[in-house]
Protein backbone atom coordinates (compact mmCIF):
# COMPACT_ATOMS: atom_id res chain seq x y z
CA UNK A 1 0.00 0.00 0.00
CA UNK A 2 2.86 2.35 0.62
CA UNK A 3 3.24 4.56 -1.91
CA UNK A 4 0.12 3.86 -3.83
CA UNK A 5 -3.04 6.26 -4.21
CA UNK A 6 -6.63 4.84 -2.37
CA UNK A 7 -8.72 4.95 -5.92
CA UNK A 8 -11.96 3.12 -3.81
CA UNK A 9 -12.93 2.11 -0.26
CA UNK A 10 -15.72 -0.33 0.00
CA UNK A 11 -17.31 -0.62 3.96
CA UNK A 12 -19.13 -3.60 3.97
CA UNK A 13 -19.55 -3.84 7.68
CA UNK A 14 -18.97 -0.41 9.69
CA UNK A 15 -19.14 -1.71 13.26
CA UNK A 16 -15.80 -3.36 14.28
CA UNK A 17 -14.49 -3.21 18.08
CA UNK A 18 -15.94 0.66 17.41
CA UNK A 19 -18.20 1.88 14.68
CA UNK A 20 -16.22 3.80 11.33
CA UNK A 21 -16.00 7.09 11.01
CA UNK A 22 -18.79 8.80 9.71
CA UNK A 23 -16.66 10.62 7.33
CA UNK A 24 -13.99 7.20 6.61
CA UNK A 25 -14.53 6.58 3.02
CA UNK A 26 -14.68 10.64 2.23
CA UNK A 27 -11.30 10.74 4.02
CA UNK A 28 -9.56 7.67 2.99
CA UNK A 29 -10.37 8.01 -0.72
CA UNK A 30 -8.12 9.58 -3.09
CA UNK A 31 -5.26 9.44 -0.20
CA UNK A 32 -1.82 8.50 -1.21
CA UNK A 33 -0.25 6.03 1.42
CA UNK A 34 3.01 7.77 2.70
CA UNK A 35 4.24 4.95 4.84
CA UNK A 36 2.43 2.07 7.03
CA UNK A 37 4.27 1.57 10.35
CA UNK A 38 3.46 -0.91 13.25
CA UNK A 39 4.00 0.60 16.76
CA UNK A 40 3.54 -1.78 19.72
CA UNK A 41 -0.03 -3.70 18.28
CA UNK A 42 -1.31 -0.79 16.29
CA UNK A 43 -1.04 -0.51 12.68
CA UNK A 44 -0.77 3.37 11.60
CA UNK A 45 -1.45 4.75 8.14
CA UNK A 46 -0.01 7.65 6.84
CA UNK A 47 -2.00 9.45 4.25
CA UNK A 48 -1.14 12.31 2.20
CA UNK A 49 -3.63 14.53 3.80
CA UNK A 50 -1.78 14.26 7.24
CA UNK A 51 -4.25 11.94 8.51
CA UNK A 52 -3.19 8.91 10.17
CA UNK A 53 -5.31 5.84 10.15
CA UNK A 54 -4.75 3.74 13.35
CA UNK A 55 -5.68 -0.02 12.85
CA UNK A 56 -5.97 -2.56 15.11
CA UNK A 57 -6.45 -6.38 14.64
CA UNK A 58 -8.05 -7.38 18.10
CA UNK A 59 -8.76 -11.54 18.51
CA UNK A 60 -8.80 -12.16 15.16
CA UNK A 61 -8.04 -9.72 12.38
CA UNK A 62 -6.10 -9.85 9.42
CA UNK A 63 -5.16 -8.37 6.22
CA UNK A 64 -5.56 -10.00 2.49
CA UNK A 65 -4.31 -8.87 -0.39
CA UNK A 66 -5.77 -9.58 -4.08
CA UNK A 67 -5.37 -8.71 -7.62
CA UNK A 68 -8.58 -8.73 -8.23
CA UNK A 69 -11.81 -9.06 -6.68
CA UNK A 70 -12.79 -12.06 -5.07
CA UNK A 71 -13.58 -11.39 -1.47
CA UNK A 72 -14.41 -13.61 0.98
CA UNK A 73 -16.62 -13.50 4.32
CA UNK A 74 -15.88 -11.14 6.91
CA UNK A 75 -13.81 -8.90 4.30
CA UNK A 76 -15.27 -5.81 6.06
CA UNK A 77 -13.30 -2.73 5.02
CA UNK A 78 -11.60 -2.90 1.64
CA UNK A 79 -9.50 -0.44 0.01
CA UNK A 80 -8.84 -0.67 -3.72
CA UNK A 81 -5.69 1.21 -4.56
CA UNK A 82 -4.11 2.34 -7.58
CA UNK A 83 -0.96 -0.10 -8.36
CA UNK A 84 -4.03 -2.66 -8.55
CA UNK A 85 -4.01 -4.26 -5.46
CA UNK A 86 -7.19 -5.20 -3.48
CA UNK A 87 -6.18 -5.05 0.22
CA UNK A 88 -9.35 -6.60 2.66
CA UNK A 89 -9.31 -6.22 6.37
CA UNK A 90 -11.05 -9.31 7.43
CA UNK A 91 -11.84 -10.10 11.11
CA UNK A 92 -14.87 -12.86 12.30
CA UNK A 93 -14.92 -11.78 15.78
CA UNK A 94 -14.84 -7.72 14.99
CA UNK A 95 -12.50 -7.19 18.02
CA UNK A 96 -10.20 -5.15 15.75
CA UNK A 97 -10.83 -1.08 14.96
CA UNK A 98 -9.91 1.10 12.63
CA UNK A 99 -9.64 5.31 13.74
CA UNK A 100 -8.67 7.93 11.72
CA UNK A 101 -6.32 10.55 13.78
CA UNK A 102 -6.55 14.04 12.61
CA UNK A 103 -2.92 15.82 12.59
CA UNK A 104 -3.36 17.48 16.08
CA UNK A 105 -4.31 14.08 17.57
CA UNK A 106 -1.39 12.39 16.35
CA UNK A 107 0.88 13.04 19.57
CA UNK A 108 -1.72 12.97 22.31
CA UNK A 109 -3.92 9.60 21.19
CA UNK A 110 -4.41 7.62 24.50
CA UNK A 111 -3.23 4.53 22.29
CA UNK A 112 -0.25 6.25 21.61
CA UNK A 113 0.88 7.89 24.15
CA UNK A 114 3.10 6.22 27.54
CA UNK A 115 3.87 3.23 25.02
CA UNK A 116 7.48 1.06 26.44
CA UNK A 117 10.01 0.39 23.65
CA UNK A 118 9.73 -2.02 21.41
CA UNK A 119 10.67 -5.22 23.00
CA UNK A 120 12.76 -5.99 19.67
CA UNK A 121 14.13 -2.69 19.42
CA UNK A 122 17.64 -1.34 20.95
CA UNK A 123 16.14 0.37 23.53
CA UNK A 124 14.87 -2.35 25.30
CA UNK A 125 17.18 -4.05 27.80
CA UNK A 126 17.40 -5.47 31.03
CA UNK A 127 18.52 -1.90 32.33
CA UNK A 128 15.49 0.19 30.57
CA UNK A 129 13.23 -2.83 32.40
CA UNK A 130 15.43 -3.06 35.56
CA UNK A 131 14.17 1.07 35.68
CA UNK A 132 10.34 -0.06 34.33
CA UNK A 133 10.06 -2.64 36.83
CA UNK A 134 12.02 -1.12 40.19
CA UNK A 135 9.00 0.82 41.27
CA UNK A 136 6.53 -1.73 40.67
CA UNK A 137 4.75 -3.57 43.66
CA UNK A 138 2.37 -5.94 41.07
CA UNK A 139 3.47 -9.42 39.66
CA UNK A 140 5.44 -9.85 37.37
CA UNK A 141 2.92 -11.32 35.15
CA UNK A 142 0.37 -7.60 35.50
CA UNK A 143 3.83 -5.77 34.99
CA UNK A 144 5.03 -6.94 31.83
CA UNK A 145 1.42 -6.74 30.65
CA UNK A 146 1.23 -3.09 31.26
CA UNK A 147 2.12 -1.37 27.98
CA UNK A 148 4.12 1.04 29.33
CA UNK A 149 6.39 -1.31 30.88
CA UNK A 150 7.01 -2.56 26.79
CA UNK A 151 5.30 -2.26 23.97
CA UNK A 152 3.00 -4.52 22.12
CA UNK A 153 3.82 -7.63 24.45
CA UNK A 154 0.45 -9.78 24.70
CA UNK A 155 -1.17 -12.17 27.27
CA UNK A 156 -0.04 -15.38 25.59
CA UNK A 157 3.45 -14.21 24.94
CA UNK A 158 4.15 -12.55 28.13
CA UNK A 159 3.59 -16.29 29.65
CA UNK A 160 5.21 -18.33 27.12
CA UNK A 161 8.62 -15.48 28.35
CA UNK A 162 7.84 -16.15 31.99
CA UNK A 163 8.68 -19.94 31.48
CA UNK A 164 11.31 -19.45 29.43
CA UNK A 165 13.22 -17.27 32.02
CA UNK A 166 12.05 -20.31 35.23
CA UNK A 167 10.16 -17.14 36.73
CA UNK A 168 7.02 -17.18 38.29
CA UNK A 169 3.81 -14.96 37.02
CA UNK A 170 3.33 -13.83 41.17
CA UNK A 171 6.79 -13.06 42.04
CA UNK A 172 6.95 -9.23 43.09
CA UNK A 173 8.22 -7.22 39.75
CA UNK A 174 11.03 -5.53 41.85
CA UNK A 175 12.53 -8.12 42.96
CA UNK A 176 13.92 -8.38 39.54
CA UNK A 177 16.13 -5.26 40.70
CA UNK A 178 18.59 -4.52 43.09
CA UNK A 179 18.16 -2.00 45.68
CA UNK A 180 21.07 0.41 43.63
CA UNK A 181 18.23 -0.38 40.76
CA UNK A 182 20.14 -2.49 38.64
CA UNK A 183 19.05 -5.77 36.57
CA UNK A 184 19.72 -8.55 38.62
CA UNK A 185 20.61 -11.98 36.17
CA UNK A 186 17.77 -13.33 35.71
CA UNK A 187 16.65 -10.03 34.48
CA UNK A 188 19.09 -10.40 31.47
CA UNK A 189 17.34 -14.04 30.68
CA UNK A 190 14.00 -12.47 30.79
CA UNK A 191 14.80 -10.32 28.30
CA UNK A 192 16.35 -12.90 25.99
CA UNK A 193 13.29 -14.66 26.49
CA UNK A 194 10.50 -12.56 25.41
CA UNK A 195 12.97 -11.36 22.05
CA UNK A 196 13.06 -15.38 21.75
CA UNK A 197 9.35 -16.30 21.92
CA UNK A 198 7.99 -13.07 19.71
CA UNK A 199 11.04 -14.17 16.77
CA UNK A 200 9.60 -17.33 16.74
CA UNK A 201 6.20 -16.53 16.53
CA UNK A 202 6.91 -14.07 13.67
CA UNK A 203 8.99 -16.75 12.35
CA UNK A 204 6.23 -19.15 12.79
CA UNK A 205 3.33 -16.99 11.75
CA UNK A 206 0.63 -18.18 13.74
CA UNK A 207 -2.64 -18.27 12.35
CA UNK A 208 -6.30 -18.46 14.45
CA UNK A 209 -7.56 -21.83 14.25
CA UNK A 210 -3.73 -23.64 14.68
CA UNK A 211 -3.46 -26.44 16.75
CA UNK A 212 -1.89 -24.83 20.19
CA UNK A 213 1.96 -23.86 19.07
CA UNK A 214 2.92 -22.75 22.88
CA UNK A 215 4.74 -24.28 25.37
CA UNK A 216 2.72 -23.88 28.23
CA UNK A 217 -0.73 -21.53 27.00
CA UNK A 218 -3.54 -23.09 27.39
CA UNK A 219 -2.21 -26.15 28.69
CA UNK A 220 -3.83 -26.67 32.01
CA UNK A 221 -3.04 -29.99 33.64
CA UNK A 222 -0.47 -31.30 30.82
CA UNK A 223 3.24 -32.33 32.09
CA UNK A 224 5.60 -29.35 32.11
CA UNK A 225 7.64 -29.16 28.68
CA UNK A 226 10.80 -28.42 30.26
CA UNK A 227 13.08 -31.46 29.96
CA UNK A 228 13.62 -33.35 33.34
CA UNK A 229 10.51 -31.44 35.24
CA UNK A 230 8.46 -33.16 37.03
CA UNK A 231 6.06 -30.44 37.44
CA UNK A 232 1.84 -29.92 35.86
CA UNK A 233 1.36 -26.83 34.33
CA UNK A 234 -1.17 -24.73 36.52
CA UNK A 235 -3.99 -22.12 35.32
CA UNK A 236 -4.48 -19.13 37.59
CA UNK A 237 -6.14 -15.55 36.59
CA UNK A 238 -3.98 -12.15 37.10
CA UNK A 239 -5.95 -9.26 36.02
CA UNK A 240 -8.89 -11.23 34.87
CA UNK A 241 -6.51 -13.07 32.12
CA UNK A 242 -5.52 -16.36 32.17
CA UNK A 243 -2.02 -16.96 33.42
CA UNK A 244 -0.19 -21.06 32.68
CA UNK A 245 2.59 -22.00 34.61
CA UNK A 246 4.69 -24.76 36.06
CA UNK A 247 5.27 -24.12 39.76
CA UNK A 248 7.96 -26.66 39.92
CA UNK A 249 10.57 -24.74 38.03
CA UNK A 250 9.25 -21.30 37.49
CA UNK A 251 10.15 -19.33 41.04
ZN1 LIG B 1 8.50 -27.07 34.88
Redesign the pocket.
Same mark, same amino acid.
Given at each position: MAGARITRVVVRQPKLRYRLHRDFVERLERQTVRAVERRAKYLLMELSSGDRLLMHLGMSGSFHYYKSSRLEAHDHVIFEMSNGFIVAFNDPRRFGFMLLLAPADHATHRSLTRLGPEPLSQTFDAASLAKALARRKTSLKMALSDQRVVGGLGNIYVVEAL?RARLSPNRAASTLVTANGTPRPALFDLVQAIRDVLREAIRRQYRAGDDNPFRVYDREGER? +??RG &? +??TIRRIVQGGRSTYY &?P? &??R
Amino acid at each position: MAGARITRVVVRQPKLRYRLHRDFVERLERQTVRAVERRAKYLLMELSSGDRLLMHLGMSGSFHYYKSSRLEAHDHVIFEMSNGFIVAFNDPRRFGFMLLLAPADHATHRSLTRLGPEPLSQTFDAASLAKALARRKTSLKMALSDQRVVGGLGNIYVVEALHRARLSPNRAASTLVTANGTPRPALFDLVQAIRDVLREAIRRQYRAGDDNPFRVYDREGERC +PRRG &C +PGTIRRIVQGGRSTYY &CPA &CQR
